[in-house]
């Protein structure tokens, strides 16, 4: 990956980093998410999706959307539980596809034939929408910012390490709630795509569905990681090499979706949103079916739920139509 001359601001670096890194690499043997642990993850959010879409008053047609599908396991679990629970939805939906890379393109095609796929989530067609993204918010790029006594300055890369520049009035882009020497994090690009799905579904009608990992309230701190062949590794050299993420900040999320015009629910933690979908009880249905994965299924549901594992950190937000209802999990 060819660095520019001189300092690169640390979103522009991450962009850069995350593009090469996703075009050239198999994420999946750095990381694992949700729905490679269990095929339950991807039919409880199928599940999701079609009793949200009655809530809407059963639009036809209606777009199904994923950003970030990875392997395409997601989706896949997730249109064969709506063909099941709900095939008038399956009927009518029409599968769109956000991914960015190639590869996964490629990897996606084979399960998910007759999707279109798009780059950005602008590029969608209009109409009324049901988005879901796992683990994809994370991989967007933040900038960073570090209080120096009553002044500020922004975080860019040069030569594989940090180095701070002047930053733009504090009026333009955050909080000040931090103290000498910290560092606040601003979602930069998570919050342009949050607020034009917010416009776009308080317009025109729609839910969008976001798991990922990070703290319900927003605090100061450096949350940028990188992991290479599952091991932490400084994320400032080789980039490309390493897959790239922060913190989701959920509460600006949520404000930002706010001002917008939609409705918002949550963040709520991932372990009590799956276990009101019925992570448990689909588990165990399954394992009563096939005895002898009962354990693993049973094994996998308790790693996406137990609050000291991903239970707790991950969390889940719903952007809706102000006219709707609580969607379901939000609640008990
Ligand atoms: N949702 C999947 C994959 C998560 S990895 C799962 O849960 O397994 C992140 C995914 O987002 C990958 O598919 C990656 O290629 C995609 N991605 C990363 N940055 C992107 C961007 N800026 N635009 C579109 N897709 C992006």
Sequence with gaps: MTAPAGPERLDAFMARANCAYYASHDPFADFTTAPEITQVFGELLGAWAAVTWQAMGAPEPVILAEAGPGRGTLMADA???????????????????????????AAQTGLLPG???????????PGPLLLLANEFLDALPIRQFVRRGDAWTERYVTDGAFVERGAPPLRLWGRADARDGETVEINAAAQDIVAHLATRVAA??????????????????????????????????EAG????????????????????????????????FLARLGLFQRSGALGRQNPPRAPALMQA???????????????VLAICHPAMPQPAGFSA
Excluded: C, N
């Design 79 to 105: 249109l064969r539980a709506v063909a099941k629970v709900m095939p008038a939805f399956r009927a009518v939906l029409r599968l769109h596809l956000v991914e960015t890379s190639a590869r996964l393109r």
């Design 115 to 125: 999707a279109t796929w798009h780059d950005r989530i602008e590029d969608l067609p």
């Design 204 to 237: 025109t009608g729609g839910a969008a569905l976001f798991l990922d990992y990070g703290p319900a309230e927003s605090a100061p701190g450096d949350s940028l990681q990188a992991l290479r062949d599952g091991k932490p590794v400084d994320p400032l050299v």
């Design 241 to 272: 090499t390493a897959d790239l993420t922060a913190h989701v900040d959920f509460a600006a999320l949520a404000a930002t979706a706010r001002a917008a015009g939609a409705a918002v629910h949550g963040p709520v933690p991932q372990g009590l």
């Design 301 to 315: 549901a308790q790693r996406l739920a137990e609050p000291d594992r991903m239970g707790r950190l991950f969390k």
